[in-house]
C-alpha cells in the first residue's frame, strides 16, 4: 500500500506514476492506493483557502477563508482526522482479505503508516518511510525546520559552487524585512522545482545588501507557481486533518478558540534566538497552517495510539534527503529513535519526496532491496 501525502493529496490520480516507480517490485507484490476521505474526486472544496493556500503547506491565508471552510464542513470537520484514515485503511485491508501489509508512505503518509502501524501491529510487514514525519507528529512551529534551512542552504551553495554564506545573508534579510515565514514557504515550495536552490543565495545576499527586489520576485513567483485545485491537494481536508491531529502552544483541538491567539503570543515571546535562526521568532508563530488551527472552530480531539510506544518490530526503512526543508531529515532520526533497528538512507543533494522525485537513483534502489529482501 503506497500512501501519498499532504495531508489533501489523493492516491488514484497518482497510482499509473508510481507503478511506474515501483515497477521492479511489482512482480511480487501487488500495488494499493486510494483517495484518503476528503481527497480527489470527492475532495472537500473551500474555494477561499484553496485560492490562496494553492499546495503550500505555509502560506498564510485570509481569516475569512479559514471561517467559510469551517463553516462548509461544520460539525462533519472531526471526522477527517489521522486516526479515521487508519481505521478506514484496515476496512480495505480487510475487503482486500489480507492478513497484513507492506506500507510504503511518503511525507504526511509516513505519519500514516506509523500510526496505523502503532494501532494495528499485527496487520504490518514491513515500513518504507519517506521524507518522514515523526509518529509524533509535526511541530506547527516548525522548530526543525528553521535551523535545518542554514544547513540545507550552506550545502545547496556549496553544491552550485556560489561564494556567499546564505544563512547570514536570510538571518540579515529576515532581521531587516520581517519576512522570515514568507521566505520558508517559497523555499519549502521551490524544493520541489530544484533540489540546490538554484539562484537563491544570490537573492538572499542582494536582499542582505539593501535590494530585495530580486527575493520578492522570487516569492512572489513560487506563490503564483503553488496554485492547485481542491482535486490535486484539498486545503479543506488538510486544514481539518492538521487541526484535529495537532499540539500547539494553546493545547488541542478542544481547546477554546478565546485567548489562543494570547498563547501564541507568550510562546513567540519565550522562543530563544538560537531556536529559530537564521529566522526569528515572528516566524516560528506566523506560519500558514499554524494561524488556520489558531482560528478554526473548537471539536473533539480524536483518539490516537500512545506516542512514546516503539513501531511494531518489523523491517522498517526511513529515507530522507539532504537538501529536504519540507521534513528535514533531523525529524528522520527523531523517529529512528521510536523504531527497532531502522534501515536509514540519506540522498546526498536530494529533496523531498525521494522516491519519485529525486535525480540521485539511490533512494529508489534502497527501497527496491529492501522490499524484494
Given at each position: 500500500m503506497f500512501l501519498t501525502g499532504g495531508p489533501g493529496q489523493p492516491g488514484v490520480p497518482l497510482m499509473k506514476r508510481i507503478a511506474g516507480k515501483m515497477a521492479p517490485v511489482l512482480k511480487d507484490y501487488r500495488l494499493v492506493m486510494y483517495d484518503q476521505r476528503g481527497t480527489g474526486e470527492r475532495a472537500i472544496r473551500c474555494p477561499g483557502l484553496q485560492e490562496d493556500m494553492g499546495s503550500s503547506d505555509l502560506a498564510v491565508p485570509r481569516k475569512q477563508s479559514i471561517a467559510d471552510c469551517a463553516a462548509t464542513l461544520g460539525p462533519n470537520a472531526r471526522y477527517y482526522s489521522t486516526a479515521d484514515t487508519v481505521a478506514d485503511i484496515d476496512v480495505l485491508r480487510r475487503d482486500l482479505g489480507d492478513k497484513r501489509l507492506s506500507i510504503d508512505g511518503v511525507s504526511y503518509g509516513t505519519f500514516v503508516a506509523e500510526r496505523y502501524a502503532l494501532a494495528q501491529p499485527a496487520h504490518v510487514a514491513r515500513l518504507v518511510l519517506d521524507s518522514v514525519v515523526p509518529q509524533q507528529g509535526y511541530d506547527p512551529l516548525d522548530l526543525i525546520a528553521l535551523p535545518a534551512t542554514a544547513r540545507v542552504l550552506r550545502s545547496a551553495c556549496a553544491a552550485t559552487g556560489c561564494t556567499t554564506d546564505p544563512a547570514e545573508d536570510l538571518a540579515t534579510t529576515v532581521r531587516t524585512y520581517h519576512n522570515g515565514a514568507q521566505i520558508l514557504d517559497a523555499l519549502t515550495s521551490y524544493e520541489f522545482a530544484d533540489a540546490n536552490y538554484g539562484g537563491v543565495p544570490e537573492a538572499l545576499h542582494e536582499a542582505a545588501n539593501g535590494k530585495p527586489e530580486k527575493l520578492n520576485a522570487f516569492i512572489a513567483t513560487v506563490h503564483q507557481d503553488d496554485a492547485a485545485p481542491a482535486e490535486a491537494l484539498s486545503q479543506g481536508l488538510h486544514a481539518a486533518t492538521l487541526c484535529a491531529d495537532g499540539h500547539y502552544p494553546w493545547g488541542t483541538a478542544d481547546t477554546p478558540v478565546a485567548g489562543r491567539a494570547e498563547a501564541?503570543?507568550?510562546?513567540?515571546?519565550?522562543?530563544?534566538?538560537?531556536?529559530?535562526?537564521?529566522?526569528?521568532?515572528?516566524?516560528?508563530?506566523?506560519?500558514?497552517?499554524?494561524?488556520?488551527?489558531?482560528?478554526?472552530?473548537?471539536?473533539?480531539?480524536?483518539?490516537?495510539?500512545?506516542?512514546?510506544?516503539?513501531?511494531?518490530?518489523?523491517?522498517?526503512?526511513?529515507?530522507?534527503?539532504?537538501?529536504?526543508?519540507?521534513?528535514?531529515?533531523?525529524?528522520?532520526?527523531?523517529?529512528?529513535?521510536?523504531?527497532?533497528?531502522?534501515?536509514?538512507?540519506?540522498?546526498?543533494?536530494?529533496?523531498?519526496?525521494?522516491?519519485?522525485?529525486?535525480?540521485?537513483?539511490?533512494?529508489?534502489?534502497?527501497?527496491?532491496?529492501?522490499?524484494?529482501?
Amino acid at each position: 500500500m503506497f500512501l501519498t501525502g499532504g495531508p489533501g493529496q489523493p492516491g488514484v490520480p497518482l497510482m499509473k506514476r508510481i507503478a511506474g516507480k515501483m515497477a521492479p517490485v511489482l512482480k511480487d507484490y501487488r500495488l494499493v492506493m486510494y483517495d484518503q476521505r476528503g481527497t480527489g474526486e470527492r475532495a472537500i472544496r473551500c474555494p477561499g483557502l484553496q485560492e490562496d493556500m494553492g499546495s503550500s503547506d505555509l502560506a498564510v491565508p485570509r481569516k475569512q477563508s479559514i471561517a467559510d471552510c469551517a463553516a462548509t464542513l461544520g460539525p462533519n470537520a472531526r471526522y477527517y482526522s489521522t486516526a479515521d484514515t487508519v481505521a478506514d485503511i484496515d476496512v480495505l485491508r480487510r475487503d482486500l482479505g489480507d492478513k497484513r501489509l507492506s506500507i510504503d508512505g511518503v511525507s504526511y503518509g509516513t505519519f500514516v503508516a506509523e500510526r496505523y502501524a502503532l494501532a494495528q501491529p499485527a496487520h504490518v510487514a514491513r515500513l518504507v518511510l519517506d521524507s518522514v514525519v515523526p509518529q509524533q507528529g509535526y511541530d506547527p512551529l516548525d522548530l526543525i525546520a528553521l535551523p535545518a534551512t542554514a544547513r540545507v542552504l550552506r550545502s545547496a551553495c556549496a553544491a552550485t559552487g556560489c561564494t556567499t554564506d546564505p544563512a547570514e545573508d536570510l538571518a540579515t534579510t529576515v532581521r531587516t524585512y520581517h519576512n522570515g515565514a514568507q521566505i520558508l514557504d517559497a523555499l519549502t515550495s521551490y524544493e520541489f522545482a530544484d533540489a540546490n536552490y538554484g539562484g537563491v543565495p544570490e537573492a538572499l545576499h542582494e536582499a542582505a545588501n539593501g535590494k530585495p527586489e530580486k527575493l520578492n520576485a522570487f516569492i512572489a513567483t513560487v506563490h503564483q507557481d503553488d496554485a492547485a485545485p481542491a482535486e490535486a491537494l484539498s486545503q479543506g481536508l488538510h486544514a481539518a486533518t492538521l487541526c484535529a491531529d495537532g499540539h500547539y502552544p494553546w493545547g488541542t483541538a478542544d481547546t477554546p478558540v478565546a485567548g489562543r491567539a494570547e498563547a501564541l503570543e507568550e510562546t513567540r515571546q519565550e522562543l530563544e534566538p538560537e531556536q529559530t535562526w537564521p529566522y526569528d521568532a515572528a516566524t516560528a508563530t506566523g506560519l500558514g497552517s499554524l494561524l488556520v488551527c489558531q482560528d478554526w472552530p473548537r471539536m473533539a480531539v480524536p483518539p490516537s495510539p500512545p506516542e512514546h510506544r516503539k513501531l511494531p518490530n518489523v523491517p522498517v526503512l526511513l529515507l530522507g534527503g539532504s537538501h529536504d526543508l519540507s521534513t528535514p531529515y533531523e525529524w528522520l532520526y527523531q523517529q529512528a529513535e521510536s523504531t527497532h533497528k531502522p534501515e536509514i538512507v540519506i540522498v546526498p543533494g536530494a529533496a523531498h519526496s525521494v522516491q519519485t522525485r529525486a535525480a540521485n537513483p539511490l533512494g529508489r534502489q534502497a527501497v527496491y532491496d529492501f522490499l524484494l529482501r
